[in-house]
């Protein structure tokens, strides 16, 4: 009997000696995480991505929050430079889903650009059940983007290129590429590598190279493509195709787009009902949307996994529509009707258009923005002469009014972008031939005088940002 209490005893002490390797008791209950996102090693991570831990068991949603006012606290942190400072959250705790295993973080303001990140979890994130997470760390790098600012200037026939300082926001110009007469869009691809745009006149569609220093386009080969009046524009998420549309044939056109090369190809037309202007497609990628402004319509269409267009319905939105903008969650899609008001609809799992959720009153008459935060929506105002501000209610997509921004001196708001960042907003103005600057208050979406207007060729109309 004696030797068996000897041999347990020897047993529970070899036992304890193990978990004494741990260094605590603790850690013996450790566990792993089951999944993050960015992955670690992650590059060109868009600014606006959402940081997504997935863990093993439910968890103990009071041990898991960050700290405020960029002090390196809580059990979850975000930092570019080794936790001196760290980023804060939209808030201080995650939004939970799937059982209070997967948690949803959200930087605000938005990481720099081109810039490393690592995220730290530490050991003080319980699990309902007992025992905690193990400590984790991994290291991702943001996009490159928010480098340059183009605008089409519509009396010169040309686009300026402009680089921005990330810092400040501040433009300053670097050159302008001549192009075709009466080019109504033009689009970034979304490498940054190219600008691919059509003249209205002439039928023809060019794409020019961007040069990744300055923002200066040279000629390439142009796409062997001639359409009939192109009047808008847009790029695959996937970047594997492009979609133009024209208002005259009453098409759209779906192309293969060579990242290599910079050239379309292998056109696919689909016939729509009439003349339609603005082209939209919403962020995953499977479902386009166009405006049919004579007969106040707005259509819908489903893309397939080879980049092809099918129409899936269409529905009556209001006086005059000019304007089309989408939530980044694709719950919701804005219409612009001109000067009039900002009408919100439900959008579908399958992409189709749902019930009219209400509308706002706006001066907006062209087209509208939403910040890559998805909380506040820009709509441009040229008979206000600014830009018409909204907050939108992360909930229901409902929009709420906080006023008119303008800067005295500039007239004939035609375009409002916001850059990648969230930081900076800029308009065109045609009346007066400048760029509005802006800068956004991080909190309340608010937009400020952000130095002095900056001079542009005549008549600037569209816009863009990479």
């Not at 960050?66 to 400072?85: I, K, M, Y």
């Not at 928010?146 to 010169?156: A, E, I, P, S």
């Not at 509308?359 to 506040?376: K, L, M, Q, V």
Request: contains cysteine; proline residues 4%; aromatic residues 10%.
């Amino acid at each position: 009997m004696a030797s068996q209490h000897y041999r347990l005893y020897y047993s529970l002490a070899v036992f304890i000696l193990l978990l004494s390797s741990c260094h605590s008791w603790g850690k013996f209950w450790e566990l792993p995480l089951a999944g993050i996102s960015p992955v670690d090693g992650a590059t060109q991570v868009k600014l606006n991505t959402p940081i997504t831990t997935t863990f093993p068991a439910a968890v103990d949603t009071a041990t898991l929050f960050t700290g405020s006012s960029n002090v390196c606290s809580g059990s979850f942190q975000l930092s570019a430079d080794n936790f001196a400072s760290c980023l804060t959250m939209f808030s201080p705790t995650p939004t939970a889903a799937a059982g209070n295993t997967v948690f949803t973080f959200r930087p605000l303001p938005l990481p720099l650009a081109n810039t490393a990140y690592t995220l730290r979890i530490n050991e003080d994130v319980k699990f309902s059940g007992g025992g905690s997470s193990q400590a984790y760390r991994v290291t991702f790098t943001t996009a490159d983007v928010g480098k340059f600012f183009f605008v089409n200037n519509w009396n010169n026939d040309n686009i300026g290129s402009y680089t921005i300082d990330r810092q400040n926001g501040t433009l300053a110009l670097t050159g302008t590429h001549s192009m075709g007469n009466q080019c109504y869009d033009f689009q970034v691809d979304g490498t940054g590598h190219y600008i691919l745009y059509s003249s209205h006149a002439t039928n023809q569609t060019f794409m020019p190279i961007i040069d990744a220093t300055n923002g200066t386009l040279t000629d390439n080969t142009p796409p062997a493509v001639t359409l009939t009046n192109t009047s808008s524009i847009a790029f695959h998420p996937s970047n594997a195709y492009v979609y133009i549309l024209n208002d005259v044939a009453a098409s759209i056109n779906k192309f293969n787009f060579s990242e290599a090369t910079g050239l379309i190809s292998s056109q696919n037309s689909l016939p729509i009902s009439g003349s339609a202007t603005t082209l939209i497609l919403n962020h995953q990628g499977t479902a386009l949307y166009t405006l049919k402004s004579s007969s106040n319509t707005l259509y819908s269409f489903s893309i397939d996994t080879a980049g092809n267009v099918l129409a899936t319905g269409n529905i009556t939105v209001g006086t005059n529509p000019v304007g089309l903008t989408i939530s980044g969650d694709d719950r919701f899609i804005y219409v612009v009707n001109q000067s009039t008001n900002i009408a919100q609809f439900q959008l579908n799992s399958d992409g189709t258009v749902g019930a009219n959720l209400g509308s706002w009153a706006t001066c907006g008459d062209g087209g509208a923005e939403i910040d890559p935060s998805g909380r506040f929506l820009y709509a441009s105002c040229s008979s206000g002469n600014g830009v018409d501000q909204f907050s939108i209610n992360a909930s229901s997509g409902n929009l709420m009014s906080i006023g008119l921004a303008s800067i005295a001196g500039a007239n004939g708001c035609s375009t409002v972008v916001v850059d990648p960042g969230g930081r900076f907003a800029y308009c065109t103005n045609h009346t007066t031939n400048n760029i509005s600057p802006f800068k956004i208050d991080p909190v309340t979406g608010y937009l400020t005088q952000n130095g002095a207007l900056v001079a542009t060729g005549n008549g600037p109309s569209a816009a863009a940002i990479y």
